[in-house]
């Protein structure tokens, strides 16, 4: 502000300043202390453990670093700001990264805060207005990169979840780092502060220490060090200091960096100390949550309970040596946070394998708590043998208490995994049930067509947001919140407000989803299109209009699905507009008449739909019944179950997961074995909803469906009545049952058990099937209680307990069969085994809870598992064979669980009704394997005896040792596969084990050795296998599978520890991570390569034909191969596939999208590992070696291809030139943009839009390519409005045809009618009006204007056709407004009557000169008749052009236009010199008001014509006085001769004239320019060069301005007729002879004005670099930019500028753009301009005035008058407001009405009034 406006209120004192107290820093270790000295008291000093520590005598030995008391995780709500931490790079996005923090923390890091450098550089190229291509923030960092990172902020979000951002800034991770605390050995984490010729300077942080990295010289491979970018994080160790710190040289070899141990030697402090460094660490404490370690000598850690290793979790001691890596340090508490996990220590490298997990959001049953810590969480042990944490707050909801021994005493869990921590390798799960059994977890979950419930969030002006759960939104566009369009939503909706919407759209990738409340498309009975293959034809559907047009509508159904409705199936007359009838957003019901899912085209109908139609497909289709037994199809699976097809009417419905089976434990088996596209038979028709058909298969429920034993009807329903139901909710006051025919009642929970019930939470599951009593009807509400108690409960609905067991056995069996006829190799093993066979097996490893893995050649790779109970008394030492009985085979998890019993070896022969005495050995939900006493044999058993049992006791469950006493009913039961069937009773037993260890021992192998692995780690395109001698081998993708099918993902069959048997066939470099063929002379590995493909496995398959497979140069382009998707590369926007090993392949933009749209976001559509099919494009022979790859099915361009094309340049009288793929280039014509010629056709293209398009033909390498629908779709019938002509036979005479104007000359007006072909049309033919010139035409009919046109002539032989545009030909309107006032053309007997009186005149003046011609002279008679022959051929010559026009005058006007244009048309030809115009672009008088030296001579002419026109129409009176007249003449010529030598400022018409002038006058460079323009207008270029090179040697060197005039007058000559060279050399002449400035802005005016738009712009940029402080620079540049039209680029530059120049010259420029803004650019953008300037200078009136002369021309009168009121409310002078009252009233005196004149007077009187005499004066 300035000073003419202080503040209000007093002036404040200035506080006095408070002495702080002086903290004394002990060291730079310890901690700071007050100053404060106090008495040391003898003894000693007890620590929180109680032992007692001796203070040493040295007082400074005694000091403490860190002392921490406990050992706890890392949270949230104790991190702060400037915590340093150790993060992983978990995603990359082009704005931030989210890293992974310790403790299962994550972190967001801006680009912003990755380095200064880097932030330097993006800056300069958003000013720039460059492309940051090359500067991708996914260069910088890399998934899975540990990175180092300091807490920078930790907002608040709007919904309360705490935003936690950190900066890898190396000035703020090292801040406590100087250059004297330096030292080799040291590691650091850095960016790359700029690339050198020898290396790289890194940004280390450090205040005055230059860091460099030298590259390495290697002579093989390309280092990973030579593709370092500016801003790229590199973790470095320190291996040279210089100069007391201020150079330190680095180095980033892995091993050196990852092996690098700090030192105490180092000098590290609890200052600077940084996470990541490696330290020998001495545990000094153990304790239940971790471990508490003292490192460099006198530094303390902690060590939680996530970060010790898990295999040598009960090693640890007190005293133990181990090395760590440094976590994070809390500088305020002082706590340092280390790590003993082995993938953080050597050899491992700062890059982790596992950054995320492909199972979140999937809930996991079974799941036991193996360790509670009470203030951090819970480890959980997952089925698989993986582990999860839990963290407190995710143990119990939101708002309850936490209570973990209430967890501890479940037996199991139900959690769902949320993240995946990479810092601790481990999944991150939550035990909340609301979030366990949320529907929606992700966006994932929700699909295209659902029904969901969700809350109104709030109403915006574009539509309404949704809640549907915590992390999950959805938005309602406006034109969807009701049928129809809500003028006030705000009355129907409110906030808080629960509704129901049904999906239109689901993004995952970008977290969007679309909702509507169309209340049509929410209730719709009618199929849902979810993608082109639903749309089948003839069938109806609900969609809703987005677009109309005068062709049709376009209808929107669900997902992208699209059709086109044309104007003919609308059902209107063809007069009306669709608009008129229809408005979008409208749903509408239409059938499918034509469907291309292939190319996603779709034609509906609207007049098609018939009510019948609709009455078919909603009851005649499928005529609902409930117990209706039918057949359907699988169409889509979800964890809510399956969707299916009814057939043969193809009605959809759903069979939710819960109804497959009446055993809980078959549900997901079912559901598993079940797939896309397989027959679901005898299934049952239950209930029908408005959205859906609902299904069982519940044997129960079919079996009382079948039999009529149900209620229909609430009336039927009577008490004591026993139904089969199923588990509707649960509730805490009992659960509900749903029935048959929609009924569903209470079981209170007293009722649901004989038993006493605590609770009815897991007693029973929903969907599950019970038995239920009707006990009481209320008759008033339809409400009815039912008992599930076993004892009142009939026996008849309970039948048979082996009537259960043999029906769930039987299912099991159908999905054995349907699983194992899979594709599958794991899925074959697990097949050929079942329950009681006997395997030959070695005992693989001890876990430590006492189980034991096996491994048997006949099961391969399949997991099998003894548990501890059945290992008692086996020797299970790694390697020992034993014999196992098969006990459980488990598909779903693909593992076998066997027994080693000796016991169970035996096998006796069982008797019917021999009774025995049972162990069970083997249990699940629903049945168990138990083994019949002493004989051996195994059979299995249902765990329940009855539908409806309960267990109070986890001891009333049958577990693994309880003994049964059972009854054989069935020796061999043919249900259960040859099994025994008997009954049983329950006795309790418990059984101990002990629990073994061991471990395996060390093997080795040679190349083509077979060896068994264990899966470590499975990536997309690669999979790591430890083998048995812990070596890590490798496979690739390609050698996963023989025959992998394309779009499948071959590596996901492999699981992590999963064991599988392999082949040695290469090997690959670590370092260069190479491919070494078995034939590599020097074949020396330490990462095995291996294949696990059968054909490569066979023993016999010898090592050389493995050496045959396919190499680079046997690729031909053509063929077709299998490639995996490796990744995408944003940069150059290529996709790289893997085809071998060794064989890589790169395949272009162009080449992997078959729609424009893709081309965004074409990695969406491809994922890593997945495979594809591709055709091979060409071999790159050079090293790197690669194939070029197309997965668009073309291999080349051909006539007749579609592909597709980016557009490179919009050429304005051509059309668009496009990039091809294969490094082609094709052009559009303007007449190939489309089946229908519209106005302006360029309008729809811009530079890097991607097209399809089919290419036309070739010639001379290039393409000519159309973008017609009918070529791109050559099969389907598209209406062609213009057809595309392909040679002048095409047409015929009275044909009418649209083209684009080509170009306007003398001779007519050309009109483009095809690529090939082009028509003329004569002036006569163009207009009614009669126009003395084809400028006229020019000037009104625009290049590329769209006119229809009648072809009038065809001649084949020339290939010429001529076109008329009459009204009367064309019915359009004349071209030629009427508004020129061009006289109407004569035509038909008008004319011959004008001719006819024009002929008589003519004969009557030829006779009067004929009693004239005696007297004549021979010599006039000869030129009487040379002229006469001139007008007649000038006659002759008009008539060529205009046939009908009888005016004498016309002809005279022809013959000055002839004359006029004599020159242009000379010059025109090709071959013929003639005269040039050189007006057109630069005038040669630098006064720019004196010269005019184009039209000087035109006008010379035209007055010779004039005066020869004027002789002409005094012939009488001149032809008496011949003789005489002829004397005068003479006479006058002299004198004219005379006058002009006499007069200075007569033009001379000759070069003697000039040379006569220029003795007089040689530094005028007026005359010197008249003289090169007199030689250009005769064509004599080379004289006009001569001239001005005279004319820089003649004039004085004190003549400056006339100099320079000389130069710009040869700067445009050699413009306009020299090459580029020639103007360049002149330019820099004058550069070094003359002022550079004044040239530089000359030169860009002539570019400017010559449309030379690209040098022009080169020319400004260098302007501005080298004349930075020159205003006028900016503001020329400014100019330019504007004109052009790029308004945001000129922004750019004027924040460049403001920069650059002073402060003083800030608000002139800032004025000028604005005005610029307002003349060329936005209206809006200069207003905002003028106002933040106003705002900051208030008493700038001159400025103030400038903005209303601007508003006045460019703003509405509404702005003006608010502009003018705030002006004069100014505080500014009296004498200043009165100066803008009077403009005020000026304004409205002439734009306003005689009130608003009157409110300015009363405005003008108040103000005096309140000003009093201060406005007198």
Request: with cysteine.
């Amino acid at each position: 502000m300035e000073e003419d406006f202080p503040r209000g209120g007093p002036a404040k004192k200035a506080p006095e300043s408070k002495v702080p107290k002086t903290r004394v820093e002990v060291d730079s270790l310890f901690e700071t202390r007050e100053p404060t000295v106090k008495k040391k008291r003898k003894g000693t000093n007890k620590q929180e453990d109680g032992t007692t520590v001796k203070r040493p005598k040295n007082e400074g030995a005694g000091l403490k670093l860190n002392a921490p008391t406990t050992v706890d995780i890392l949270h949230l709500k104790n991190l702060k700001v400037g915590t340093v931490l150790l993060g992983c790079v978990k995603e990359v996005s082009n704005l931030e990264f989210v890293l992974g923090l310790p403790n299962g923390l994550k972190g967001y890091l801006p680009v912003t805060n990755i380095c200064e450098a880097y932030s330097n550089l993006l800056s300069e190229k958003l000013d720039s207005g460059d492309h940051l291509l090359d500067v991708n923030p996914s260069n910088l960092l890399v998934p899975g990169q540990l990175v180092r990172c300091v807490v920078s902020s930790m907002d608040a979000s709007k919904t309360g979840f705490v935003c936690l951002r950190v900066s890898i800034n190396p000035k703020e991770v090292n801040k406590e780092l100087s250059s004297s605390s330096l030292k080799a050995g040291m590691t650091l984490g850095g960016c790359v502060e700029s690339v050198e010729d020898h290396g790289f300077l890194i940004d280390v942080g450090i205040s005055g220490t230059k860091a460099f990295l030298p590259k390495e010289k290697t002579s093989g491979a390309k280092s990973q060090i030579q593709d370092l970018k500016v801003g790229q994080y590199v973790t470095a160790l320190v291996t040279e200091v210089k100069n007391k710190g201020r150079v330190a040289r680095l180095s980033i070899n892995p091993a050196a960096v990852s092996q690098a141990c700090a030192e105490s030697e180092h000098g590290w402090t609890l200052g600077n100390l940084v996470p990541g460094l490696l330290i020998q660490a001495q545990i000094k404490k153990v304790t239940l949550h971790g471990l508490m370690v003292s490192f460099l000598s006198s530094f303390s850690g902690v060590v939680d309970f996530m970060h010790i290793d898990p295999d040598k979790v009960s090693s640890y001691s007190v005293g133990d040596e181990v090395k760590a890596r440094v976590l994070y340090v809390d500088p305020t508490d002082r706590v340092v946070g280390l790590s003993l996990r082995s993938h953080l220590l050597p050899p491992r490298s700062d890059v982790l394998e596992n950054v995320a997990a492909d199972r979140i959001g999937e809930v996991v049953q079974g799941c036991k708590m193996t360790a509670v810590h009470h203030h951090s969480g819970a480890i959980m042990e997952l089925p698989d043998g993986n582990s999860a944490f839990v963290h407190k707050n995710q143990m119990k909801e939101a708002k309850e208490d936490f209570n973990p021994n209430r967890l501890l005493a479940q037996p199991e869990h139900t959690l769902r995994i949320t993240d995946y921590s990479p810092i601790e390798q481990m999944h991150l799960a939550t035990l909340r049930k609301s979030t366990v059994e949320a529907t929606f977890f992700s966006y994932h979950d929700i699909k295209e067509g659902q029904i969901i419930e969700g809350t109104v969030q709030s109403l915006e002006v574009y539509g309404m947001h949704i809640k549907i759960s915590d992390h999950i939104k959805g938005m309602v566009p406006k034109i969807h919140l009701a049928d129809i369009t809500l003028s006030n939503p705000e009355k129907k909706y409110k906030e808080g407000m629960k509704i129901k919407c049904r999906v239109l759209s689901v993004d995952p990738q970008s977290k969007k989803v679309v909702l509507t409340r169309k209340k049509a498309l929410v209730e719709s009975p009618l199929p849902l299109f979810h993608s082109y293959a639903d749309a089948k034809v003839g069938r109806i559907s609900h969609g809703f209009i987005v677009c109309i047009k005068d062709f049709g509508c376009i209808v929107h159904f669900y997902g992208n699905v699209k059709g086109l409705l044309p104007r003919h199936e609308l059902n209107m007359d063809s007069s009306v507009k669709p608009q008129s009838l229809f408005y979008v957003g409208q749903v509408v019901k239409v059938k499918v008449l034509k469907c291309d899912p292939e190319n996603e085209k779709l034609i509906l109908s609207f007049k098609s739909v018939t009510q019948e139609d609709v009455e078919r497909v909603q009851s005649a289709e499928f005529v609902f019944e409930v117990g209706k037994k039918v057949e359907a199809i699988v169409l889509k699976k979800d964890l809510t179950g399956l969707k299916v097809s009814l057939l043969p009417e193809k009605v959809t419905a759903l069979l939710p997961m819960v109804h497959l089976s009446d055993h809980v434990s078959n549900w997901p088996l079912l559901w598993e074995g079940l797939q896309e596209g397989d027959t679901v038979s005898d299934a049952m028709c239950l209930c029908q909803s408005k959205h859906t058909i609902l299904l069982t298969k519940k044997p129960l429920l079919v079996e009382a469906l079948e039999g009529g034993d149900v209620a229909t009807s609430f009336t039927e329903l009577k008490v004591g009545m026993t139904m089969v139901g199923w588990v509707r909710s649960i509730m805490p006051y009992g659960i509900f049952i749903d029935f048959p025919h929609g009924l569903y009642g209470l079981a209170p929970k007293a009722a649901m058990s004989d038993k006493f019930l605590t609770s009815t939470e897991g007693i029973f599951q929903i969907g599950q099937t019970v038995l239920a009593k009707v006990t009481n009807l209320d008759e008033e509400k339809h409400r009815f209680l039912v008992s599930l108690k076993v004892s009142e409960v009939s026996s008849e609905g309970e039948q048979n307990a082996q009537a259960r067991l043999i029906q769930g056995q039987r299912e099991r069996m159908g999905v054995h069969d349907m699983i194992t006829s899979r594709d599958s190799d794991l899925l074959q093993h697990v097949s050929s085994v079942s329950l009681g066979d006997k395997l030959k097996m070695s005992v693989k490893e001890v876990m430590e809870d006492g189980s034991v893995s096996l491994s048997s050649d006949k099961l391969g790779n399949i997991a099998v598992l003894a548990s501890k109970h059945h290992t008692t008394d086996v020797n299970t030492t790694p390697g020992n064979k034993v014999t196992a009985v098969v006990l459980h085979v488990d598909l779903l998890n693909t593992r076998v669980h066997v027994s080693l019993l000796p016991k169970l070896m035996a096998k006796k022969k069982l008797e019917k009704g021999s009774q025995h005495m049972a162990t069970v050995q083997y249990v699940d939900k629903d049945f168990a394997v138990i083994s019949l006493g002493e004989t051996g044999c195994l059979t299995v058993i249902s765990t329940t005896t009855h539908l409806n049992e309960t267990f109070r006791f986890e001891a009333e469950k049958l577990t693994v040792g309880s003994n049964l006493t059972v009854t054989v009913t069935n020796p061999k039961c043919e249900d259960l596969r040859g099994l025994p069937l008997v009954d049983w009773q329950f006795v309790k037993t418990l059984h101990r084990h002990k629990v073994s260890e061991s471990k395996g021992a060390k093997h080795s192998y040679n190349i083509g050795d077979v060896v068994t692995g264990k899966v470590k780690t499975v990536k997309p395109t690669q999979v790591f296998v430890t083998l048995e001698e812990g070596i890590t081998g490798a496979i690739h993708v390609s050698e996963v599978q023989d025959t992998p099918k394309v779009g499948s993902f071959p590596t996901s069959t492999l699981k992590v520890n999963d064991e599988v048997n392999a082949r040695v066939i290469g090997g690959q470099d670590v370092r260069g991570h190479k491919f070494l063929p078995i034939s590599h002379p020097n074949f020396v590995y330490s990462l095995p390569e291996l294949t696990l493909l059968p054909s490569k496995l066979k023993m016999d398959r010898s090592l050389e034909s493995m050496e045959n497979e396919p190499k680079l140069e046997n690729y031909k382009p053509g063929d077709e191969i299998i490639c995996f998707v490796s990744k995408f590369i944003s940069e150059t926007k290529c996709l790289e596939l893997a085809v071998s090993p060794n064989i890589t392949g790169t395949v272009e933009l162009l080449s992997m999208i078959n729609k424009p749209g893709d081309a965004n976001h074409p990695q969406k559509h491809f994922k890593p590992g997945q495979c594809v099919s591709a055709k091979v494009v060409g071999v790159k022979s050079k090293k790197p070696c690669r194939l070029f790859l197309s997965l668009s099915g073309i291999h080349k361009l051909e006539p007749g291809v579609v592909t597709m094309g980016t557009v490179l340049s919009i050429i304005p009288q051509m059309g668009v030139r496009l990039k091809l793929p294969f490094g082609k280039s094709g052009l559009a014509s303007i007449t190939d943009l489309s089946d229908m010629y519209t106005e302006n056709p360029l309008e729809m293209y811009k530079e890097g839009q991607v097209v399809r398009c089919c290419v036309v033909c070739e010639e001379n390498e290039k393409f000519h390519v159309s973008l017609r629908l009918s070529r791109i779709h050559p099969g389907k019938p598209i209406p062609v409005k213009d057809k595309d002509i392909g040679s002048v036979s095409e047409l015929q005479a009275g044909q009418i045809v649209q083209g684009y104007v080509k170009n306007v000359s003398d001779n007519g007006i050309y009109m483009r009618l095809s690529r090939l072909v082009t028509g003329r049309v004569l002036f006569q033919h163009a207009t009614n009006y009669f126009a003395s010139d084809s400028e006229s035409f020019a000037e009104h009919i625009t290049v590329n204007s769209l006119l229809t046109a009648k072809v009038l002539h065809v001649d084949e032989k020339k290939s010429h056709v001529d076109l008329s545009l009459l009204p009367e030909d064309t019915g359009k309107p004349d071209i030629l407004p009427e508004s020129l006032g061009f006289p109407l053309r004569l035509r038909g007997k008008e004319k011959e009557e004008y001719n006819k009186k024009q002929a008589k005149k003519k004969r009557k003046i030829s006779e009067s000169k004929q009693e004239q011609a005696v007297k004549k002279k021979k010599v006039k008679k000869e030129e009487k008749t040379s002229t006469e022959k001139k007008k007649k051929k000038k006659v002759e010559n008009s008539k060529g052009e205009d046939l009908d026009s009888g005016v004498e005058v016309y002809f005279r006007e022809e013959e000055k236009e002839n004359g006029k244009k004599k020159v242009k048309n000379d010059t025109q030809r090709a071959g013929e010199p003639g005269s040039l115009q050189v007006a057109s672009t630069f005038s040669w008088d630098t006064d720019l008001n004196t010269l005019k030296p184009a039209t000087a001579a035109d006008n010379t002419y035209e007055s010779s014509d004039e005066e020869e026109d004027n002789q002409s129409k005094s012939v009488k009176k001149k032809s008496r006085k011949e003789m005489e007249q002829e004397r005068k003449q003479a006479e006058q010529s002299l004198s004219r001769l005379e006058a002009e030598l006499m007069d200075p400022s007569a033009r001379p018409e000759s070069s003697s004239a000039f040379e006569r002038l220029l003795l007089s006058s040689p530094d005028s460079s007026l005359l010197w320019l008249q003289y090169m323009a007199f030689h250009l207008q005769a064509t004599q270029i080379e004289q006009a060069r001569a001239v001005a090179e005279r004319a820089l040697k003649t004039i004085s060197f004190r003549e400056e301005q006339e100099k320079l005039n000389v130069w710009v007058a040869l700067l445009n000559l050699e413009n306009m007729y020299g090459t580029e060279e020639s103007l360049q050399n002149v330019f820099e002449r004058a550069t070094q002879y003359c002022e550079p400035l004044p040239v530089y802005q000359q030169l860009a005016d002539i570019y400017a004005k010559s449309d030379k738009i690209k040098e022009a712009e080169t020319l400004y940029k260098n302007m501005v670099k080298r004349f930075r402080q020159e205003k006028a620079v900016w503001q020329s540049y400014g100019s330019f930019l504007l004109r052009q039209g790029q308004s945001h680029a000129a922004n750019a530059l004027l924040q460049r500028a403001l920069q650059s120049l002073s402060t003083q010259d800030h608000v002139d420029l800032i004025i000028k753009f604005a005005r610029l803004e307002f003349q060329y650019g936005n209206t809006e953008k200069a207003k905002t301009m003028f106002e933040k300037v106003l705002t900051s200078y208030p008493k700038r009136t001159d400025l103030w005035s400038v903005f209303i002369d601007l508003m006045v021309k460019h703003g509405s009168q509404k702005d003006v008058r608010d502009l003018f009121d705030r002006v004069i409310h100014l505080s500014v002078s009296v004498k200043k407001i009165k100066f803008f009252f009077k403009r005020y009233l000026d304004y409205e005196k002439k734009h306003g009405t005689p009130e608003s004149i009157q409110a300015v007077k009363r405005k003008a009187v108040e103000y005096v009034a309140s000003k009093g005499s201060e406005a007198n004066n």
